[in-house]
């Protein structure tokens, strides 16, 4: 059942690759349209003979597949589109609404704070964001122009489902992202898309935290078809979804180097992360991950509150990640590196591949290690950028001996209040 790995976690961990290509099986849809109007576009999104439906991905490689990504151009031939089977009906509804509420908990929560961005950005719709225990606790006023999507693996989840209860009998639309075909959240959504990563056994949540992001991706894609002036934005990301499987390929490629990291972090207290944008979830999700499984204590901290209260924990004892890949707010992420190294921090930098200058400027460097990663459109950076600490809570937790698969007082499905 492990598939010759050593626990469910590790194997789900490299599954992901071939994960990401399962969410977007039957979804992603190549037009064969000639480069031209908005019309034309528009009828050949009816008619389903002239659609290549990208559903033989399991067939082709991941080099085939990224091949397919690279090779499109900004004009309209084979440029895809996105068919999300549950939510063709309900795009105008969804559009029309006066907020998106996400809803969700833990490891799903920051899967939504991950995509959130890219929602408003694509949708132009106010997006919000609910623990749902907190919006129960809270009974905060929802209203029949509102639409909320629940976001959860298990569609079990007590806490998220009593939400859903609730914001039905507020009279919202109610929009369900499950991982289990036939959940309760699943049924009794009002329509929704299944995140397809296969079944997830270890009770820490990696697969379907990577998939989720993606189904939220597609959904703020398919939102925005008909936005003229988002079309380069959604072709340029459209593109990048297709590099994404062989990408991740390559960052789990790095798992030696990371488990020499976890051997150097193995004895620690406490270990901070930092992250803002699009990762500041990558942060947050770090954080849940090594405190839920190794038992060390973890912060993840949005960076832009370094000077508000975090920084007096600072010291050479400290070591702290900074997730700071190449997006629009490197430069912010890497005036954060040089506050915490003033304070002497001890650093894990995850950064671009392709960013010589961090990497020139700190190599060499022993309170600094480095992780590099492949740059990607950056709604999408975010699905790379926690694989490499997914396998840092996953070594750590064996170097320190724990359960990685069962981490004591956690359930996988969280049924009860
Ligand atoms: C569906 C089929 C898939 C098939 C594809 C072919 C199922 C479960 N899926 O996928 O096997 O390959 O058509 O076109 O039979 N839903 C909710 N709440 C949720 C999740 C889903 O209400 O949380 C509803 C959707 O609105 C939809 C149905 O469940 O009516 C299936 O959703 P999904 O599997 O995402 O649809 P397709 O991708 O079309
Ligand atoms: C952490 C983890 C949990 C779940 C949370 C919600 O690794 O798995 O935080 O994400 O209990 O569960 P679902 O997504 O099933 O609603």
């Avoid at 508000?308 to 707010?329: F, K, N, W, Y």
């Avoid at 304070?343 to 392709?354: F, T």
Wanted: net charge neutral.
């Amino acid at each position: 059942m492990k598939g010759g790995y050593s626990h469910f976690m590790i194997k789900e961990i490299h599954e992901q690759p071939d994960a990401l290509i399962e969410t977007m099986r039957g979804r992603i849809l190549l037009q064969t349209a000639r480069r031209g109007s908005l019309s034309s576009l528009k009828e050949v999104d009816r008619s389903s003979e002239s659609l290549r439906v990208l559903d033989s991905v399991r067939d082709l490689s991941l080099d085939s597949i990224r091949a397919l990504g690279s090779g499109m151009s900004s004009d309209f031939d084979q440029a895809p589109c996105i068919k999300l089977g549950g939510l063709e009906d309900y795009v105008d509804n969804i559009m029309r609404s006066r907020r998106l509420i996400f809803i969700a908990c833990g490891t799903s929560y920051h899967a939504c704070l991950a995509a959130r961005q890219l929602v408003e950005e694509l949708t132009c719709v106010p997006v919000t964001l609910e623990l749902a225990s907190d919006l129960l606790d809270r009974q905060a006023p929802l209203f029949r122009d509102d639409t909320c999507v629940f976001v959860s693996q298990s569609g079990e989840t007590a806490d998220t489902l009593n939400a859903l209860k609730y914001a039905k009998h507020k009279g919202a639309l109610c929009l369900g992202i499950t991982n289990t075909v036939g959940s309760s959240i699943s049924r009794e959504t009002d329509c929704g898309v299944h995140v397809n990563a296969g079944v997830e056994i270890g009770v820490a949540s990696t697969k379907a935290y990577t998939c989720q992001i993606l189904v939220i991706v597609m959904i703020a894609l398919k939102l925005s078809e008909d936005s003229i002036s988002k079309m380069p934005r959604r072709q340029e990301i459209l593109r990048d979804l297709l590099n994404l499987p062989s990408m991740m390929k390559k960052v789990l490629e790095k798992e030696s180097l990371i488990k020499e990291l976890a051997k150097e972090l193995a004895s620690e207290n406490s270990l901070l992360a930092f992250g803002r944008g699009y990762n500041y979830a990558t942060a947050m999700e770090l954080a849940l991950k090594v405190k839920e499984l190794s038992y060390m204590h973890s912060e993840g901290i949005l960076a832009g509150e370094l000077k508000h209260g975090p920084l007096a924990l600072i010291d050479e004892t400290m070591p702290a990640v900074v997730v700071a890949t190449r997006d629009s707010l490197r430069e912010k992420m890497w005036s954060t590196i040089q506050q915490l190294l003033a304070r002497k921090g001890r650093l894990v930098l995850l950064v671009s591949k392709d960013d010589d200058e961090i990497i020139g400027h700190f190599s060499g460097n022993k309170n600094v290690r480095l992780i590099e990663v492949d740059t990607v459109c950056d709604c999408l950076q975010p699905v790379l950028n926690i694989v490499p600490f997914q396998l840092l809570s996953y070594h750590l937790t064996i170097l320190r001996g724990y359960n990685v698969d069962q981490p004591r007082n956690l359930a996988k499905s969280v049924t009860v209040e």
